[in-house]
């Protein structure tokens, strides 16, 4: 998990410069009207970091998948993305995870790093992130057959 790269990213926060990321158009429909507030966007060291705010109630599966999809089309130029899910404005812009209601606010994150060929996403429905770590859900994006499900099956069938 990169629960690590969110506390990073919110700990840097402060130092990091503001970065205007090439953007994509995004041509798909059901992408069109994925809505997401983009609360910080900056360049920390090669990796683009995002911090988002949707509503609690598109804090789900599907939702997220088409989050992750339209950050993958809109800033399909970049190869390695972390954006943190929040679901408070104000603490999409100024994260600060010393404070119990930043932390509260952070319901996952999405993680794509093209040269690993890793992209997922990572959540939990209730409050705070890092403190619930076994209520985590874990929705691996990448179709690879080396990953997951998939790898499990060949390994099988190799025997």
Known sequence: MCGLCIFAIGAVAAVGQQDNATKCSVKERELKHTEF???RLERIEGVLALQISISDSRVNENH???IAKKIKATF???DNIVASIFVNKATSRNFNPSFN???D???GEY???KDKHEEYISFVTIPDYFG???ARVRIDLNHQPGNGVEAAIMRLLER
Do not use: I, M, P
Request: aromatic share 4%; with cysteine.
């Open 37 to 39: 507030y983009t609360g």
């Open 64 to 66: 997220l998948k088409l």
């Open 76 to 78: 399909c130029k970049e």
């Open 101 to 103: 209601e930043a932390r």
């Open 105 to 107: 606010a952070l319901r």
């Open 111 to 113: 993680v794509l790093k």
């Open 132 to 134: 619930n770590s076994k």
